[in-house]
């Protein structure tokens, strides 16, 4: 599809396991952004990816926090022995990223991953 | 620091009625985009409307319009005649270019709900 894509939509996990989440970004899309979103509130940014740069880290809230992104394409976020306060929607946005083009150009979500640590 | 800041979290509206959301921003980057996004409870994000920090005029996009005010760096959204479907999440964003590239920074959105 021409959209973001992320994998699965919804996860149900106990506490303690890992779970990994995917973002599929629109192709030709240099850069790559990770939310997290919890009920009614607003969007806690995580992690940026752009090109080949090292991304900025900033916003991961814990060390059971990594994301990757392979390939300049696809990211996967990690969330290592969850916790019941890990539970949000996680939402990966990708634009385009090259410097002083297409700046009029919007950022493009994904339908977001459903995390539910029980 | 590049940083948004929307001071609203909650607004009501009456319906057929204009609602203002505030935005303002901060960047030393002379070169910016600023952006709103609707996101309505089935949770997906709409784009809405685009000013560019050069544009001389504001940005309008059918009932929503964008009151551009570049000395006071602010970036208002303003919905004219409101209708049920416009409660939603609203988010600002700034698009800037930085050495790498360039980066969005969003608010922490404001709640419209528009009452019958």
């Known amino acids: 599809g021409a959209g973001v894509s992320q994998s699965p939509s919804n996860k149900v996990t106990e506490k303690g396991k890992d779970v990994e989440l995917r973002c599929d970004p629109i192709?030709?899309?240099?850069?790559l952004y990770w939310y997290r979103q919890s009920l009614g509130q607003g969007l806690e940014f995580l992690i940026y990816?752009?090109?080949?740069?090292?991304?900025?880290k900033s916003g991961l809230p814990s060390d059971r926090f990594s994301a990757e992104r392979t390939g300049g394409s696809v990211s996967t976020l990690t969330i290592q022995r969850t916790q019941q306060e890990d539970s949000a929607v996680y939402l990966c946005?990708?634009?385009?990223?090259?410097?002083?083009?297409?700046?009029?150009?919007?950022?493009?979500f994904g339908q977001g991953t459903r995390l539910t640590v029980v | 620091a590049q940083k948004i800041t929307q001071t609203q979290p909650g607004m009501f509206v009456q319906e057929k009625e204009a609602v203002t959301l505030d935005c303002t921003y901060d960047?030393?980057?002379?070169?910016?985009?600023l952006f709103w996004y609707k996101q309505p409870s089935s949770g997906e994000m709409i784009f809405l409307i685009y000013?560019?920090?050069?544009?001389?005029q504001n940005a309008t996009e059918g009932r929503y319009s964008l009151n551009f005010q570049k000395a006071r760096k602010s970036a208002n959204l303003v919905i004219s005649a409101s209708q049920l479907g416009d409660s939603a999440m609203y988010f600002c964003?700034?698009?800037?270019?930085?050495?790498?590239?360039?980066?969005?920074?969003f608010g922490t959105g404001t709640s419209l709900t528009v009452i019958p």
């Open positions: 990816f752009q090109g080949n740069s090292a991304p900025d």
């Open positions: 960047t030393s980057d002379p070169s910016y985009g």
């Open positions: 000013q560019g920090s050069y544009d001389q």
């Open positions: 964003a700034m698009r800037v270019t930085e050495n790498t590239g360039n980066q969005f920074y």
């Open positions: 946005a990708s634009s385009h990223g090259d410097r002083f083009r297409n700046m009029n150009t919007e950022a493009f």
């Open positions: 192709s030709g899309h240099t850069a």
